[in-house]
Nanobody, 122 residues
Framework: QVQLVESGGGLVQAGGSLRLSCAAS????????MAWFRQRPGKEREFVAA????????YYADSVKGRFTFSKNNTKNTFYLQMNSLKPEDTAVYYC???????????????WGQGTQVTVSS
């Protein structure tokens, strides 16, 4: 059974940092792209960042560029989202996801985690 399990969410003050982790298990994700999406209160789920299997290509939403960094450890089948300079508008449930193609589109992602809450206080 394929599982993506997020961790690392929590409550942080504006300007602070958090690192989210996503552990993948149940299959190998060779040649799969990985991504983070988020769903803010009252909003639709939106793209945050994506990375190719090799790590050579990365995409970021404009709203997080320069503040968030996506990295991965293929040996551990784990990937990370380092979030710095957090803002109250970053408050959301963050989801990790896997896709056979590198994409910023929700529909491309076939495996999803359960989500982890990030709350940024002002």
């Amino acid at each position: 059974q394929v599982q993506l399990v997020e961790s690392g969410g929590g409550l942080v003050q504006a300007g602070g940092s958090l690192r989210l982790s996503c552990a993948a298990s149940g299959r190998t994700f060779n040649n799969y792209a990985m991504a983070w999406f988020r769903q803010r209160p009252g909003k639709e789920r939106e793209f945050v960042a994506a990375i190719s299997w090799s790590g050579g290509s990365r995409y970021y939403a404009d709203s997080v560029k320069g503040r968030f960094t996506f990295s991965k450890n293929n040996t551990k089948n784990t990937f990370y989202l380092q979030m710095n300079s957090l803002k109250p508008e970053d408050t959301a449930v963050y989801y990790c996801a896997a896709s056979p193609v590198l994409s910023m589109t929700i529909a491309s992602y076939v495996y999803w985690g359960q989500g982890t809450q990030v709350t940024v206080s002002s």
